[in-house]
């Protein structure tokens, strides 16, 4: 499985960002997808993720702000994003994409930076 992110940048607070993550190659048995984020200094942690079955998960500092949604672009392809709405500067950091496989296989996207300004 192959990750692709876009969509990030630098916006001043309260401002909104939206990141894209296209999959392709083995993507069948894709169980959940998501978001991460890694700040300088911390550990990696979960933003937000949603199951095959629609189901979604947020971490308490991002709820009401971002939506996690997918997309089945095909049967080769497909994609999830993530809308962020009222940036605030703590939300800075490099962002990953993560699918999960067969309930075991993680897949990382390279990283993509967000910076939030005060």
């Known amino acids: 499985v192959q990750l692709v992110e876009s969509g990030g940048g630098l916006v001043q607070a309260g401002g909104s960002l939206r990141l894209s993550c296209a999959a392709s190659g083995s993507i069948f048995s894709i169980n959940r997808m998501g978001w991460y984020r890694q700040a300088p200094g911390n550990q990696r942690e979960l933003v937000a993720t949603?199951?095959?079955?629609?189901?979604?998960?947020?971490?308490d500092s991002v709820k009401g702000r971002f939506t996690v949604s997918r997309e089945n672009a095909n049967n080769t392809k497909m994609m999830v994003y993530l809308q962020m709405n009222s940036l605030e500067p703590e939300d800075t950091a490099v962002y990953y994409c993560?699918?999960?496989?067969?309930?075991?296989?993680?897949?990382w996207g390279q990283g993509i930076q967000v910076t939030v300004s005060s």
């Open positions: 993560n699918f999960l496989r067969l309930r075991q296989y993680q897949y």
């Open positions: 949603i199951t095959n079955s629609g189901n979604t998960n947020y971490a």
